[in-house]
Antibody, heavy 119, light 107 residues
Framework: EVQMVESGGGLVQPGGSLRLSCAAS????????FNWVRQAPGKGLEWVSY????????YYADSVKGRFTISRDIATNSLFLQINSLRAEDTAVYYC????????????WGQGTLVTVSS | YVLTQPPSVSVAPGQTARITCGGY??????VHWYQQRPGQAPVLVVN???DRPSGIPERFSGSNSGNTATLTISRVEVGDEADYYC???????????FGGGTKLTVL
């Protein structure tokens, strides 16, 4: 069974940093690309970042470029998002999402981890 | 690239709901649809315009042509009440794009 479990969220002051993690199991982690997607309270889905197999290709949304860093570790089957210089508008539930084998769709999602930026 | 969805759609149980997703020449892209119930993570219900992932009822179907993609839910049930999002990959910007979401209300 495919499972993806995020962790690392919490309350942080503006300008602070957090490292989000997503532990994956139930499939061959190294064979798939992944994304981070966030959802501000009461708002829609917003794509944050993409990482390919082997970490050879990485993309970021304009709103986070230069502040967020996506990475993956095949030794621990984990996906990460380092988030720096946090702003109030970064407050959201952050989801990790696995891409399909032959599709750019997100066929499995984690349950999400909440990041709250407030003083 | 911008995807436009109606904020809300209402339908009676047993009827057919159609949720649209508008975008310039969206027919040339692969469109994916997600269902998100309150407090839960999104679930893929249609991928690549018309395909249904394993476990998704046949009542869910998709189409895509010209400037509009459509998610059709036949024989709507109370349990289908949720937010629905369309999504594409924009190759020109190397960005994933989501529509603003449509709240489906089952009257």
């Amino acid at each position: 069974e495919v499972q993806m479990v995020e962790s690392g969220g919490g309350l942080v002051q503006p300008g602070g940093s957090l490292r989000l993690s997503c532990a994956a199991s139930g499939f061959t982690f190294s064979s798939y690309s992944f994304n981070w997607v966030r959802q501000a309270p009461g708002k829609g889905l917003e794509w944050v970042s993409y990482i390919s197999t082997g970490s050879t290709t990485i993309y970021y949304a304009d709103s986070v470029k230069g502040r967020f860093t996506i990475s993956r570790d095949i030794a621990t089957n984990s996906l990460f998002l380092q988030i720096n210089s946090l702003r109030a508008e970064d407050t959201a539930v952050y989801y990790c999402a696995k891409e399909g084998a032959t599709s750019s769709s997100f066929d499995h999602w984690g349950q999400g981890t909440l990041v709250t930026v407030s003083s | 690239y911008v995807l436009t969805q109606p904020p809300s759609v209402s339908v009676a149980p047993g009827q057919t709901a159609r949720i649209t997703c508008g975008g310039y020449n969206i027919g040339s892209k692969s469109v994916h649809w997600y269902q998100q119930r309150p407090g839960q993570a999104p679930v893929l219900v249609v991928n690549d315009d018309t395909d249904r992932p394993s476990g998704i009822p046949e009542r869910f179907s998709g189409s895509n042509s010209g400037n509009t993609a459509t998610l059709t839910i036949s024989r709507v049930e109370v349990g289908d009440e949720a937010d629905y999002y369309c999504q594409v990959w924009d190759s020109s910007s190397h960005h994933v794009v989501f529509g603003g979401g449509t709240k489906l209300t089952v009257l």
